[in-house]
Structure formats: structure tokens, C-alpha cells
């Protein structure tokens, strides 16, 4: 049924079969009447009681009064701007908060979780149309909302295929005057949804584009893949030719793929004073993932590296920071030592800038060739960064003893140890590759190129 008041293209060929398509995904539709019953009123975006469930379900020995705490982390945020909220959010869902209680053997500080990302079923989804929010001045009504554990996550506009490229402009003008984004829209939309949510998407049925909170109109793009199947897959599944907009949802909002880029792909960069949340291109969630199932499932441990090809100026950086982030948060890896290497200062300094600004923990530079050895000899657990000079001065001089070394030494024999190659095009032929691999003779090996590979004698 088209909802009253709605473009009938827009309903039937873009809104109504994204619900049918998530609902194949796992989410269960509840009509916006009923959630409107389960909240006080129109300005409160999380669902308390869905939340609640979830968290003793999450964390059974949560008490009365830590149940009320954990609920108001997400319901109460306290912050000056949208973007300081949706940072703040993202850290207490994705890594939670710490909260006192004695379980027996006194009291001591546990972790709250509000998501279990490692099972995707153990979450409540569910998805709704029109869902009401008050704003300071004005009323929203977002076309579609998807929540998790009661949490708002993603906000899909739905758009008439009739309207031709003007659908995306319209699309994603209204996404961003929901969000109250600019003094072009300021106090016209209702901020507080979008505290918690992790993706935004456009379409009209067969066109579709995505972003995230903050993202300007430039760059909203296209997710292209239904991973981890192929289109062909999706379309046996189907029954049809997959539509575009049958792809992002897919690809970001089937459940694992959702808590996959929230925990996994999302990073908040400074730049010039503002702050802006990021999340993946397409082709650097598949690389990523693609990495991690070779690393798993690699007949012997010599072929669980290989390159990943980025065009110039397509975010070889991050692409690297969230292998690291996968890497290290994987458990069976224990504890890994990750190893980035550049061949040129000036990206050393990129590197180690982006993941500083990221937050990711440890990034220690090495600043000498006896600072690299010290480094990578030392226990597991270190994000080291450094050039690949420093592997080739080691072999010129035993340090301190004025005697030339015949061959780079061993510097751990650990097989945990994974080394993220920048520009591997310029650094992976003769002796400095060699050195590296003296030095690490176990560890796996990931190259980063931006120069075409040559698919013939794949020598990269």
C-alpha cells in the first residue's frame, strides 16, 4: 500500500522494494505506528525498551542501575555539534563503556558491548517507513530507518525513478536537511537521529548512492558489488537481475556487512579543524576482507600475502589502516605485530599521520636503524612504522663495530608478524626486499601499489 501523500514511483519501485529486500536480508518490518507506541515522544530517536533487551541479553550480569547508565550513553549525548555526538556514539558502541560493579568478587571496572559484531544474529534488526522525529523547529520523516538493538543505524531517501538525474541532487539535499547540516539547513532538521547512524543512502530503485553523517554532495558514490557474493550470485538468488539499489543494500546493510563497517571501516580524520567521518569505498572493504580470507585460509604460510592495485588518490591509506584494525582485532592472530613500510619519508610521514588521527593505538615510528631493530625484536602487539631504507642501511655497517655485515640479521622468526608495503611497485626487487624478508623470514607480506601490475609475470 503507497504510504498517503507519496509519489507513487517513488513508493512502489524504490520504497517498497527495499523493504521486501531487507526483510530478505533478515529484518523485520514494524509498521511506524508501532514504534511511535514504544517511545515518549517524537524527539527520542533510540527505542529504550529494544535497547534494554538487548543489553541484558548482551551483558546479563548488568545491574538495574548500570542497565539505566549504558540506555542513557546513547539516549543522553552530551555534545556541541553533531559530528562531536557521532564520534562520541561511535566510540561507546563500537569499543563500549566501562562501568563499576561487584560480580562477586568486588568491585571492579566491565565492559558494557551494545552490539555482538562476531555474531550478527544475536542483534536485533528491524526496519520501518516514515519514521517520525521532532526536530527544534521542524518534523522529519525519513523514507525508511533501519535499527539495531532499538538504535537507529542507516537512513535511506527514497526517490521517483521518473525524476532522472535530478533524484540524486533531491535525494541527497534531503538527507542533509535532516541533519540540520550547514547554515543552509540550519535548525530545519532533526540532529538527533543521526547521532547513531552509520550509513546514509539514496535511490530510486534502479540507481543508488551512499554516504555517512557530515558527507558533502561531492563525494556520495555508488556501491558497485553485492559482497561477499558476486552478482551473479545475488541474481540466482533473486531470481533477477540485481537493480543498484538491491546492491548497497546488500553490500551495506546485510547484517554482518552493517557491523562489518562499524567496527571495521569507520574513521574520523581531522582536517583543518573540522572533523570528518569516512567511511569505505567499495573496493577498499572487498581488498580488506579479501586480505583477511587469504590470511585465514592460505594453504601454507608463504601465500597468505599478496597486492592490492588502488588508483592514485584513492584512499591507499586508509585501506591499509583498516587491514591493521582487522588484523589486530582478529583473535586467532594473537596479538599481531603489523609492519608498514614506505619507501619514502614523506609517505612514511602519511602513514603515521593517518593513523594517529585515527586513533589507532600504538603507531611507533621508527626513528634509526638500531630503533627498528629494537622495535620488531621486542614483544608482539606493535604497529611500527618505518622506510625501507632502514632495512637496507642495517646490512652496511655492524653498528658500533666498524666491520661490514655479510647478511641483514633475523630480527624475530614470529609468524604473526604482517607487513603492509606501500608502494610495493618501487621497493620489492632486488636487496631491500631481500633484507626485509632476512629480517622477518615468517611474516606475511601485503603490498600496496598504485602503478599497474604486470598481469603477465605478476612480478609485483
Known amino acids: 500500500m503507497t504510504p498517503p501523500g507519496r509519489d507513487w514511483n517513488e513508493a512502489t519501485l524504490s520504497e517498497d522494494t ?4 531487507l526483510e530478505r536480508l533478515g529484518y523485520q518490518f514494524v509498521a511506524p505506528e508501532a514504534l511511535d507506541a514504544e517511545r515518549e515522544s517524537l524527539r527520542e530517536v533510540v527505542l529504550p525498551e529494544r535497547l534494554r533487551t538487548a543489553l541484558k541479553k548482551l551483558n546479563p550480569w548488568l545491574s538495574a542501575d548500570n542497565l539505566h547508565k549504558a540506555v542513557r550513553a546513547i539516549t543522553s549525548v552530551q555534545a556541541a555539534s553533531l559530528a562531536e555526538a557521532s564520534e562520541n556514539v561511535y566510540t561507546t558502541l563500537n569499543f563500549g563503556m566501562s562501568l563499576i560493579q561487584d560480580l562477586g568478587d568486588g568491585s571492579k571496572s566491565h565492559t558494557v558491548r551494545f552490539f555482538d559484531f562476531d555474531q550478527a ?3 536485533e534488526f528491524i526496519v520501518t517507513r516514515q519514521f517520525r522525529v521532532a526536530g527544534p523547529k521542524k518534523e522529519i520523516r525519513p523514507d525508511l530507518v533501519v535499527l539495531g538493538n532499538g538504535i537507529p543505524l542507516a537512513v535511506i531517501e527514497c526517490k521517483s525513478p521518473t525524476l532522472g538525474d535530478k533524484w540524486i541532487d533531491e535525494a541527497v539535499s534531503q538527507l542533509l ?3 540540520g547540516a550547514g547554515s543552509e539547513y540550519r535548525e530545519q532538521g532533526a540532529p538527533r537521529l543521526f547521532e547513531t547512524t552509520q550509513v546514509l543512502i539514496g535511490s530510486c530503485g534502479q540507481k543508488a548512492i551512499y554516504g555517512t553523517v557530515g558527507t558533502p554532495k561531492r563525494f556520495w558514490s555508488e556501491w558497485k558489488v553485492p559482497y561477499p557474493l558476486a552478482r551473479e550470485q545475488l541474481a540466482k538468488e533473486l531470481g533477477r537481475q540485481p537493480s543498484a539499489q538491491d546492491v548497497v543494500l546488500y553490500g551495506l546493510l546485510k547484517p554482518s556487512n552493517l557491523l562489518d563497517v562499524m567496527r571495521n571501516f569507520t574513521v574520523f580524520e581531522r582536517q583543518g579543524g573540522t572533523t570528518l567521518r569516512i567511511v569505505p569505498r567499495y573496493p577498499q572493504f572487498v581488498a580488506v576482507n579479501k586480505a583477511m580470507n587469504r ?7 608463504q601465500a597468505r600475502g599478496g597486492v592490492v592495485w588502488h588508483t592514485q588518490g584513492s584512499g591507499k591509506s586508509l585501506s591499509m589502516l583498516w587491514l591493521a584494525l582487522k588484523l589486530r582485532r582478529d583473535p586467532s592472530l594473537g596479538n599481531p605485530t603489523i609492519v608498514v613500510v614506505t619507501d619514502r619519508t614523506d609517505l612514511d610521514d602519511q602513514i603515521s599521520g593517518t593513523f594517529s588521527r585515527c586513533g589507532f593505538p600504538n603507531p611507533d615510528r621508527a626513528t634509526s636503524v638500531r630503533n627498528l ?10 604497529t611500527v612504522t618505518t622506510t625501507v631504507q632502514k632495512f637496507q642501511e642495517a646490512t652496511a655497517m655492524d653498528e658500533g663495530s666498524g666491520r661490514g655485515r655479510a647478511e641483514h640479521p633475523t630480527l624475530t622468526e614470529a609468524s604473526n608478524v604482517f607487513v603492509l608495503v606501500d608502494e610495493a611497485h618501487r621497493t620489492q626487487y632486488k ?3 631481500a633484507n626485509m624478508r632476512k629480517a622477518l623470514p615468517n611474516a606475511c607480506f601485503f ?14
Open 18 to 21: 527495499a523493504v521486501e529486500f
Open 121 to 123: 544474529d544475536s542483534n
Open 177 to 179: 536537511r535532516y541533519q
Open 431 to 433: 636487496g631491500l626486499a
Open 295 to 301: 590470511v585465514h585460509t592460505a594453504k601454507k604460510p
Open 373 to 382: 631493530r629494537e622495535l620488531l625484536s621486542g614483544a608482539s602487539g606493535r
Open 447 to 460: 603490498g600496496f601499489s598504485g602503478t599497474p601490475i604486470d598481469k603477465n609475470d605478476r612480478s609485483t
